[in-house]
């Protein structure tokens, strides 16, 4: 357990689907992260927030939308997505953006998404 | 363009000692992280070097070399719970996160 819990753990949805993740976290941090994660590749960094407000969106398409309603839950709104969508989904979550192992990134067990 | 490299997968012996490398290049340096993940969970933080040098924690053990852009995981003593894929990422002068894409280790009895 590392204080970043994630549902669902696995998600299939068809391409006209509108589905949420969430995430909590339990460590009493200030920044959160929505990673995607696909087989041998790199994660790659979605979104991040600092203090609820959104600091980071990395060339995500419109279709994955971010909320974030306080420092504990990060929510990932997903709608109209594509088969090449389909990938492990992580949330992390630090004490802040300032870097440094006291800013070690922690991360929840991830959402399995399935595009049909 | 931002670039971290590691084997793709490598195979060690039960009781042994394997070396994972890292190379990196990237645009500024604030620290070099080693990750661990087993199949279906989280990553999960094992080391961070931002000096040269080497960092010991129990069985794990991380290098540094900033100018060689070079880092290696040295794990001693391998058991068959430390199957798993192993992650270097570099956090970069806008303090991101620059990952790698991941190392599988294997070990057999």
């Known amino acids: 357990e590392t204080g970043v819990t994630q549902t669902p753990r696995h998600l299939v949805m068809g391409m006209t689907n509108k589905k949420s993740l969430k995430c909590e976290q339990h460590?009493?941090?200030?920044?959160m992260y929505w990673y995607k994660q696909s087989a041998k590749k790199p994660l790659e960094l979605m979104f991040v927030?600092?203090?609820?407000?959104?600091?980071e969106n990395n060339s995500v398409p419109s279709r994955f939308s971010p909320e974030c309603p306080n420092s504990s839950h990060l929510f990932l709104h997903l709608h109209t997505l594509q088969p090449e969508d389909s990938a492990l989904y992580l949330c992390?979550?630090?004490?802040?953006?300032?870097?440094?192992?006291?800013?070690?990134?922690?991360f929840g067990p991830g959402t399995r998404l399935t595009v049909l | 363009g931002q670039n971290i490299d590691q084997p793709t997968e490598m195979t060690a012996t039960e009781g042994a000692i394997v070396q994972i490398n890292c190379t990196y290049q990237?645009?500024?340096?604030?620290?070099l992280f080693w990750y661990q993940q087993h199949a279906g969970e989280a990553p999960t933080f094992l080391s961070y070097?931002?000096l040269d040098g080497l960092e010991e924690k129990g069985r794990f053990s991380s290098f540094l070399s900033r100018s060689k852009g070079y880092s290696y995981l040295l794990l001693k003593e391998l058991q068959m719970k430390d199957s798993a894929s192993y992650l270097c990422?570099?956090?970069?002068?806008?303090?991101?996160?620059?990952w790698g894409a991941g190392t599988k280790l294997i070990i057999k009895p």
């Open positions: 992390a979550s630090s004490p802040s953006l300032g870097g440094g192992e006291i800013d070690t990134q922690y």
């Open positions: 460590l009493g941090h200030n920044a």
């Open positions: 927030y600092n203090f609820k407000e959104q600091t």
């Open positions: 990237t645009s500024g340096f604030n620290g």
């Open positions: 070097n931002v």
């Open positions: 990422a570099v956090l970069d002068s806008n303090y991101q996160l620059i």
